[in-house]
């Protein structure tokens, strides 16, 4: 059988992982607060909407938006970022 070959032995890989990492966190640093934690509660946590709105003590509906909004935000500073190193 082969051998699985382990990324993290490749050395751009791990720099380019690093450098997505780092560019992410700026990207979250461009989401308000409430979005932020939103955020991070629906993708890290695994948390579902409802969860969400307990927790922030705000409807499903609300958190749900929460999570929308700030994902909006995200993508569109992703695609921009990758528009500026394609050009």
Do not use: W
Request: net charge positive; hydrophobic share 30%.
């Amino acid at each position: 059988p082969e051998e699985l070959y382990n990324l993290q032995d490749c050395p751009e890989i791990v720099y380019e992982n690093k450098e997505m990492y780092t560019e992410f966190i700026k990207m979250m640093g461009s989401l308000s607060e409430k979005q932020k934690i939103a955020v991070l509660l629906r993708h890290t946590k695994e948390f579902s909407y409802k969860e969400i709105g307990e927790i922030l003590g705000i409807s499903e509906y609300a958190a749900k938006m929460r999570v929308k909004r700030g994902r909006e935000i995200l993508r569109q500073k992703y695609n921009k970022k990758r528009g500026d190193i394609i050009r």
